[in-house]
């Protein structure tokens, strides 16, 4: 057997309850801060539940996607190794709190997010912006570009989708920055969905847009969370375009040093997430996609959706927890 088969048999194995487990406990942690106002707070409880279970996985890990550099980040920066040592060598791209400002409000699709690969296989994005644009999956390949005006490409998805273009919903997320993107989309005649906080959910919304009433993906968001949405489109045969925006010498000095030497590339997800790919996300609040964590008086219940890439499974894992010590 070979090394990559050696890697996938050993994601094979963390496919659903031991990955699960990750994101469960990190949604459950911060839960408990649900509207307290405590962003800090509730991603650092978030941080420390998520790091002390993925030291219990047999894997060796290396966060490539995490809270930040090492300097800024006490637990799960970027570089950080994690799991036994015992295992498949994998990448790990996390946000155990996607949606602090969420959380802290109480409002719909904060999420505890992970997603795990072979060695090598996430893009190594540094912490700047990502212009993005995604879709669900069944659509031709290529049907969206991240260079064609925003008309274009929604006329495009709708003649796809065989409706007309008022019945496309485009999630955008909800800053200044935006402001001329929103006329455009309005100008078509499509809704607009606009979030405050939260572009992975945003974009994984696009997977199941029946249930989510989203369909279409665009604007600027992190490059982190760029790639964790691009790993649970790799699952979910979505399409997924990003170009990072590196608009000064010190980001591009920054992009260089982490193996990026064209500035102005556009990334597919196949680039961002490439191989074997598993990923998971728990509701920490309700949302369109996943229930938020539920307190009963004798137990916790959780709501989790794990993607694989290779045979494009998706779980939805219900959980009722009645041990309780284990949080």
Known sequence: MNMAQNIAAGLDRILTMEVVRVTERAAVAAA??????????????AVDAMRQELNRLAIKGTVVIGE?????????YIGEEVGTGKGPAVDIALDPLEGTTICAKNLPNALAVIAIAEKGSLLFAPDVYMDKIAIGPGYPDSLI????????????????????VPDITACILDRPRHA???DAVRATGAAIRLIGDGDVAGVIHT???EETGIDI?????????????????RCTGGQMQGRLILDTPEKIARAEKMGISDPKRV?????????????????????????GVKFGRTFITTHTIVLRSSSRTVR????RHQDLEKF
């Open 32 to 45: 408990r801060l649900r509207g307290r106002g405590d962003e800090k707070g509730a991603d650092q409880v």
């Open 68 to 76: 930040g550099e090492r300097d800024e980040a006490p637990m799960l």
């Open 145 to 164: 570009d991240i260079d064609a005006p925003p008309a274009e490409n929604i006329a495009n998805l709708a003649k796809a989708k065989g409706v007309a």
């Open 180 to 182: 001329k993107l929103i």
């Open 207 to 209: 997977t199941d847009p």
């Open 217 to 233: 993906y665009l604007g600027t968001g992190g490059a982190p969370e760029g790639v964790l949405a691009a790993a649970a489109l």
């Open 267 to 291: 990334y597919r997800a196949q680039d961002m997430a490439r191989g074997d790919v598993l990923f998971a996300a728990t509701g920490v609040t309700d949302g369109n996609l996943l229930g």
């Open 316 to 319: 939805e894992i219900k959980a």
